[in-house]
């Protein structure tokens, strides 16, 4: 299994064949936690938090408005046949109401916050839980060649670039 287990679909966990469907899942969670602060699905137990995402509905809070709960149901829906999962239709939700897709599809929506960045090593603006967190350790097998351990770790998705496959 892949993925940050908070944001994995119902039917990754599942097991199941799975398509842009998870994608839109983890929209759900991500837009969700930008509002909340956190995930709607927490458990210190993996398997407990696999059975939340699985059979429970995310509890949407009091504070989200209507059309940020609309949205949100239809993104965090169970099965993925009744999920949102067309772009357009995503776009035109009410809860995107006043983005103008093409200024930002172009880049040239103004940010209405900047951080102030001294060089592209300067990590100010990132929690010190982050920064000073050690990095872990990957396990690798020493004797593939790189190339060999990248396709390894793609083998069984649909697509690989062919830069990758050389």
């Known amino acids: ?18 398509d842009k469907a998870v994608d839109y899942w983890s929209l759900g ?4 936690e930008m ?15 696999y059975q939340d ?4 509905p995310a509890q949407m809070k009091p504070e ?6 609309s949205l949100l149901t239809l993104l965090l829906e169970v099965d993925p046949d009744k999920r949102l999962v067309n772009f357009n239709e995503c776009k035109s939700h009410p809860f995107f ?31 010190k839980d982050f920064t000073n967190e050690r990095p872990a350790e ?15 770790k793609y083998e069984g998705f649909t697509y690989i670039a062919k830069s990758i496959n050389k």
């Not at 989200?64 to 709960?69: A, E, G, I, K, R």
């Not at 990957?138 to 351990?149: H, L, N, R, V, Y």
Request: overall charge positive; hydrophobic content about 30%.
């Open 53 to 56: 995402i699985c059979n429970i």
């Open 97 to 127: 109401e006043g983005i103008d897709w093409d200024l930002l599809s172009s880049k040239e929506v103004i940010p209405t916050f900047k951080p102030k960045v001294s060089s592209p090593n300067d990590i100010r603006n990132f929690d």
């Open 29 to 32: 969670i991500l837009i969700y």
């Open 35 to 49: 509002l909340n602060g956190k995930p709607p699905f927490s458990n210190t137990s993996i398997d407990k938090l």
């Open 138 to 152: 990957s396990i690798e097998i020493e004797s593939m060649s790189s190339g060999q351990k990248i396709r390894n």
């Open 1 to 18: 299994m892949c993925g940050t287990p908070k944001y994995l679909a119902p039917e990754i966990i599942k097991g199941k064949n799975y």
């Open 64 to 69: 989200f408005s209507p059309q940020t709960v």
